[in-house]
């Protein structure tokens, strides 16, 4: 699907190093930036040679536990595994690689598992996080499955956490509207959690994304749904927090996005329940209220430099992959149409499609009006200017 | 009950002018500091000699109106009418003025009509108004009759404008607490509106303050209602909105509020609810989420400049009225007691009491503890160095 800039050993590595490392752990986050992935996997294996050898500020118990994990690393069977569920590890280098992710610092994650058709920079271009309580109210749902429909007719992504409550609403909202939607998870691609989230998981895995900091097979821990969150808030233009109690994990998520300059925004709820008492906190902080898709769109869409679609297409049409360039060429001149007259046109299936045009959304070539899609007004100027001047 | 620094030539033609000048009007308050009352008056007064000399700027129509208004004024009758109430004309000047209300410029009010025993001037001191939609929900009369009461208990004084719904939940809020509250009229302090709120209203000018514009036996109009509200605006530190429907007249008094250099808060509500709509516009604009009357005392309790009781008492004891120093002498050396108490041992009626007690609490010699009353600390940190001195 992409272009791998990153070579098969630093890939093997990044690959191995994501059953080692702790996700979010600054330390080894220093030392991966320090020697690189190979030579810290060669240090952090306990048999191979060299592996007693000094990593600075290496506490014993951290150490002790990274090798302790290295033991039980089998990049095969993480590979096996993920090729079993259709996916890929994206490791920073790689044309997928969503750069946005770099602003973590040591912190960035070693690399991602991915599992779906998008390509992961393209659609967290244009992307937007809905979180919340797990336990939330009708209201709670009604508003995130609101949200993620607005903001999915808007031909925004949304990134959520699959759980339950808040997140499930949000990435049902996107389906429904045909949209588009990317769930990043605590556990492995091709782990179902929460259980009861079997068929949306598999949704989302069918029509958008699934990404996951830890390899195929793992399991979610508490502190592992935590330093997830982190990733949501890099990932996206800004977070949106729909129902939270006071100091809950949405809130992390919220807070995570502030330090990453990212836009906080909470949807407000009655005083009088507790599951808004988190959200009012927020928003007397540095949240921004917001009501409806439009307005979240208002504020995460007037960052310039996120938003090259604004100015028109940032990529020359040769540059697309011949999918995508084919789906691009199935939309009619100077109408919309919708996602299935297009997959048809360009001989493909809706959900291929349907990825190719949010990534053809992020990139300014196309835009999303209700159920249908368009060529850009500038896509089209820039158009008729070549043949102007051929 | 104060005393009055304003001649009675000049008190008796801002009597007649309330009932000649529309509210708010600026063309006419700057007649009004161009020529002082006295003069003014004459001008306006049709039969009077040199009631034709010119008035600057003025249109035809607005000094036809008022010479027509002038014609029906009979101040005897408004003297009268305020007098049969137990009510008094307080002008700019008069000790009992707010000097707040000077910030509205040439549309402040020629003079108030106040019904009720407290001093207004002491009273708004440290006050917050609580606006809202009169169809309000039950989740917004809950939400105002709870600021109300809390905003009561931390000793602040709660001004509104007696309409139906979140208005007289304030209010009701604030007598249920035994606290203190002032109605701001868009007619006259003896006439009832809206009918429904004839006990309420009652029950104000028995335990707090009704203020008016208008004189005496004046009915509301449309256009009365909203200049009203810029009157509680200027005369509290912050505007509390609760519930509010897109352009509806509480946002007018928030608005007001805002240029006034007030703060201006909203409790937030359901996104899905209409009557929340206006509060959600005011808090994505310079409005501030609160949630409960300790977050709004939070906020407003900051401002030093109208906040001399933070740093103790402002006025020495000598300077009080003689009830006043009567209740303050009533109240226990180190410990608190309830306001029938105080007024037992200082020989008066609760309600009276209660008038002093925030009065004193305006000024910084006591503070409220629940239903309680005590000494200020500085105040009584004052009474031994005073002692130690002598």
Chains 1, 2 share one sequence.
Not at 23 to 30: K, M
Not at 159 to 170: K, P
Not at 176 to 194: E, S, W
Not at 289 to 300: G, N, Q
């Amino acid at each position: 699907m992409s272009a791998a800039a990153v070579g098969a050993e630093e890939r093997w590595a990044r690959a191995a190093l994501t059953g080692i490392v702790e996700p979010g752990d600054e330390t080894t986050g220093r030392w991966l930036r320090e020697h690189g992935p190979v030579e810290l996997l060669r240090r952090l294996t306990a048999t191979a040679p060299g592996a007693g050898e000094a990593l600075s500020g290496a506490g014993e118990k951290r150490l002790a536990g990274c090798r302790n994990r290295a033991d039980g690393v089998d990049v095969g069977r993480y590979l096996e595994a993920a090729a079993a569920v259709g996916g890929r590890l994206v490791c920073p280098g790689d044309e997928e690689w969503p750069s946005q992710l770099d602003d973590l610092g040591d912190a960035r994650p070693v690399g991602l598992w991915v599992r779906g058709r998008p390509n992961l920079r393209m659609w967290a271009l244009r992307s937007v996080a809905v979180v919340g309580a797990r336990a939330c109210t009708p209201y709670g749902a009604h508003m995130a499955a609101a949200l993620g429909a607005g903001l999915a007719e808007r031909g925004w992504v949304v990134a959520s956490g699959a759980a339950y409550g808040v997140d499930g609403a949000a990435h049902r909202g996107v389906l429904a509207a045909g949209g588009a939607t990317v769930a990043v998870l605590a556990c492995g691609i091709d782990v179902v959690y929460p259980r009861g989230h079997a068929e949306l998981i598999g949704r989302i895995a069918e029509q958008g994304l699934l990404v996951a900091e830890l390899p195929p097979g793992s399991h979610p821990t508490p502190s592992r749904f935590v330093l997830r969150n982190r990733v949501i808030a890099a990932l996206t233009r800004g977070t949106v927090v729909v129902e939270a109690e006071y100091r809950s994990g949405s809130l992390v998520t919220a807070r995570s996005a502030q330090r990453l300059g990212r836009f906080t925004m909470g949807v407000p709820g009655p005083v009088t329940s507790g599951l808004s008492a988190g959200v009012h906190e927020l928003l007397r902080g540095e949240g921004v209220l917001v009501t409806d898709a439009a307005e979240v769109v208002e504020l995460v869409g007037e960052i310039g430099d996120l938003a090259p679609a604004r100015r028109g297409p940032v990529l020359p049409k040769d540059l697309l992959d011949p999918v995508t360039v084919r789906v691009l060429e199935a939309l009619p001149a100077r109408a919309a149409a919708d996602t299935r007259s297009v997959a048809r046109e360009a001989g493909t299936t809706g959900d291929e499609a349907l990825a190719r045009l949010y990534e053809l959304h992020s990139l300014g070539f196309v835009e999303r009006r209700g159920d249908n899609w368009q060529l850009a007004s500038s896509a089209v100027r820039a158009a008729h200017t070549r043949r102007g001047g051929a």
